[in-house]
């Protein structure tokens, strides 16, 4: 069973920055796409952030491009989401996800999930 640890959430005024990591065991690291969702109260898990296994290639949702970096370190098993210039609409809760498919629609419906970890932007 994978395993996932979200940290690096919490308040931060708008404008800020913060730095999520998500943790990985039990399982084959670099195998693997790894992406960041996000989700509201009453809404669905939307895309945010998504590292293919191998080399530079990423993917981000509209709303966070150029605002928003993934990356990752296979030797530490561990995925980043760097969040800078926070707007109060960035407010969600932050999911990490593990997927042997590239694509973020693959990866929302087959992928294994963390915890979550609370992201909230203060006006």
């Known amino acids: 069973q994978v395993q996932l640890v979200e940290s690096g959430g919490g308040l931060v005024q708008a404008g800020g920055s913060l730095r999520l990591s998500c943790a990985a065991s039990?399982?084959?690291?670099?195998?693997?796409?790894m992406a960041w969702f996000r989700q509201t109260q009453g809404r669905e898990r939307e895309f945010v952030a998504l590292?293919?296994?191998?080399?530079?290639?990423?993917y981000y949702g509209d709303y966070v491009t150029g605002r928003f970096t993934i990356s990752r370190d296979n030797a530490k098993n561990t995925v980043y989401l760097q969040m800078n210039s926070l707007k109060p609409e960035d407010t969600a809760v932050y999911y990490c996800?593990?997927?042997?498919?590239?694509?973020?629609?693959?990866?929302?419906?087959?992928?294994?999930w963390g915890q979550g970890t609370q992201v909230t932007v203060s006006s």
């Open positions: 996800c593990v997927s042997p498919y590239t694509d973020y629609e693959r990866a929302l419906r087959f992928g294994s």
């Open positions: 039990r399982l084959t690291f670099s195998n693997y796409a």
């Open positions: 590292h293919k296994w191998s080399g530079s290639s990423t």
